[in-house]
């Protein structure tokens, strides 16, 4: 993954958490938000190197964190924590099997904000926690599934038309080069 | 497997976490509020989208819809003169009267409406964020409020923009009144994460008489919310743990789901 990509990733990140906070139909809809964020952490894990994953969790987590009532900073270990699992792994990861990216998503949307409400509730704080917060987990989860794969298409999308075509192989071969002449 | 670098971005990602969480509050406040402002030209973004779908769906209303609407916001209008005619009226004789009673002048509330911007984006907190800040005149603890009743309080302050927590927050606890014969005294709290219309109102005496459809409102104790602001109504009550007190869950009277204006109790 190169710079682009990068910038690429946290301008997508800034917008998701923008979303998130602007938009809440869905909270409306079935009594939680979604949460963008384990999604490009995902892919950032799967394709980006050790850079990407720490900005994306830094940067993206400061910036969920400042349009929340979330201490400010709270967020960054649990993203992080989860791209490093993913990164560290990736070699055994099928990543571009839909499957694959579903389940990722599925368990990165659902460790981070247990992890967060882990670290709210160890801190002192009083999160608004009971048993509706394992529905709100669970759209979480769900959510963040769905989202996975899409942004993984996103991106290929992205990359097809942003960045530069790969060479094909020439079909000259110096060992059947047909030489006129003296030799 | 990881390699050395990893561990140094994980080492640099760690401290730098734990440095910016063991910052001092009003330095880690300052900024939050700093990395905040990245997102205000996607404020105005979002803002000049609103306006213009306003504008597009005023535009194809019909002639008739429009003069049926024009006519029904003069009716109003001219009930809601009438009324605060007569709310003058009465605030006057309030006055007097008080005023021979030898009772401290009752302050008139000064009210700044705002525009809600943001929304709280994680599940387990409930705040908005709304358009007036420290240049506007708004400090901390202030009440906001809406046309149907309390909303929360401002729980921090930038240039710019504040944010409200709203009832049904753990942070945001109100001392309260039950509007019935014995005025009964007792706390608003949260309720639980899914259903932000419902709160609950603690430490009510045990066998307490309260009704569903009471009135609740604020008793003025804690020096932040003025008395007599409604927050809701009784919905039932219940012993609470061990019988020492009587819990109830009071219904809102303000819609916190669909909030777009509020009005900040402003210091005279």
Request: aromatic share 8%; net charge positive; with cysteine.
């Amino acid at each position: 993954m190169n710079i682009f990509s990068t910038v690429l990733l946290l301008l997508f990140a800034i917008l998701a958490v923008f979303w998130e906070s602007a938009f809440h139909g869905i909270r409306h809809l079935i009594g939680a938000q979604i949460d963008l964020l384990p999604a490009l952490m995902v892919y950032a894990s799967l394709y980006g190197t050790i850079t990407t994953i720490s900005l994306l969790a830094v940067l993206g987590g400061l910036w969920f964190d400042s349009l929340s009532a979330n201490p400010f900073g709270i967020t960054v270990l649990p993203l992080f924590g989860c791209g490093m699992i993913m990164y560290a792994t990736r070699d055994l990861i099928l990543r571009d099997q839909t499957f694959a990216q579903v389940v990722l998503g599925f368990a990165a949307s659902l460790a981070m904000p247990l992890l967060v409400l882990l670290l709210l509730l160890t801190s002192g704080h009083e999160p608004l926690f009971g048993w509706g917060t394992i529905w709100q987990l669970w759209v979480m989860a769900i959510g963040g599934a769905i989202a996975t794969p899409i942004c993984f298409e996103l991106f290929a999308l992205l990359h097809r038309v942003l960045g530069y075509t790969a060479v094909t192989q020439s079909s000259f071969r110096p060992d059947r080069e047909i030489r006129r002449g003296r030799t | 497997m990881l390699k050395r670098p990893h561990y140094i971005g994980l080492g640099v990602v760690v401290l730098l976490t734990l440095t910016i969480l063991n910052l001092p509050s009003a330095a880690r406040s300052r900024l939050k509020q700093s990395v905040g402002s990245v997102f205000l030209p996607l404020f105005g973004l979002a803002n000049a989208g609103h306006a213009a779908i306003g504008r597009v769906s005023d535009s194809t209303a019909t002639h008739g819809q429009l003069v049926t609407e024009n006519q029904a916001l003069r009716r109003e209008n001219q009930e809601l003169r009438l009324q605060i005619d007569h709310s003058k009226e009465v605030e006057r004789e309030n006055s007097r009267l008080r005023q021979l009673l030898g009772w401290q002048q009752q302050r008139s509330w000064k009210l700044k409406l705002a525009n809600v911007v943001l929304r709280e984006p994680a599940n387990w907190w409930r705040t908005v964020q709304i358009d007036l800040g420290s240049r506007d005149g708004i400090k901390l603890n202030m009440p906001v409020l809406s046309t149907e009743g309390l909303v929360g309080r401002v729980s921090a302050v930038s240039l710019t923009q504040s944010q409200v927590v709203l009832l049904g927050d753990a942070n945001c606890k109100v001392a309260a009144l039950v509007q019935n014969e014995t005025r009964l005294a007792g706390v608003v709290g949260p309720y639980g994460p899914i259903d932000g219309s419902l709160v609950s109102m603690t430490y009510l005496p045990p066998n307490a008489n309260v009704k569903p459809g009471q009135n609740v409102v604020t008793s003025g104790n804690g020096g932040i919310f003025p008395k007599e602001i409604l927050i809701g109504k009784i919905v039932d009550a219940h012993p609470a743990e061990f019988g020492l007190s009587t819990e109830a869950r009071v219904k809102l009277a303000a819609d916190l789901n669909s909030l777009e204006e509020v009005f900040v109790l402003m210091d005279k």
